[in-house]
């Protein structure tokens, strides 16, 4: 079983940055893709970015590409999320996941392991 531990999250002004991490339990994380999905106020959890575990590709949702970056250190078993250039409409909690030798997948079924989420407000 692996444990998910998001932190990071907080309030900010639009414009602003955060960075958010993903802490995992395993000492065998490298193994592991890792995935951010967010759900806004009255939304559907979605999907985000994520990070391949083998050759580490990257894959990010349109509504983000050119303002967040997903990048991983296997050696402190974290993900992180770099988000810039925050707008209102980035609201959400916040949830990393991740999967055992998982490839490309936007879907969140496809996830085994949740973190609990952390809250991002953007004010306008």
């Known amino acids: 079983q692996v444990q998910l531990v998001e932190s990071g999250g907080g309030l900010v002004q639009a414009g602003g940055s955060l960075r958010l991490s993903c802490a995992a339990s395993t000492h065998t994380f490298s193994d592991y893709s890792g995935g951010w999905f967010r759900q806004g106020p009255g939304k559907e959890r979605e999907f985000v970015t994520m990070?391949?575990?083998?050759?580490?590709?990257?894959y990010y949702a349109d509504s983000v590409k050119g303002r967040f970056t997903i990048s991983r250190d296997d050696a402190k078993n974290t993900v992180y999320l770099q988000m810039n250039s925050l707008s209102p409409e980035d609201t959400a909690v916040y949830y990393c996941?991740?999967?055992?030798?998982?490839?490309?997948?936007?879907?969140?079924?496809?996830?085994?392991?949740w973190g609990q989420g952390t809250q991002v407000t953007v004010s306008s």
């Open positions: 996941g991740a999967r055992r030798y998982g490839g490309r997948t936007f879907d969140e079924r496809s996830y085994n392991y």
């Open positions: 990070i391949t575990w083998n050759v580490r590709n990257t």
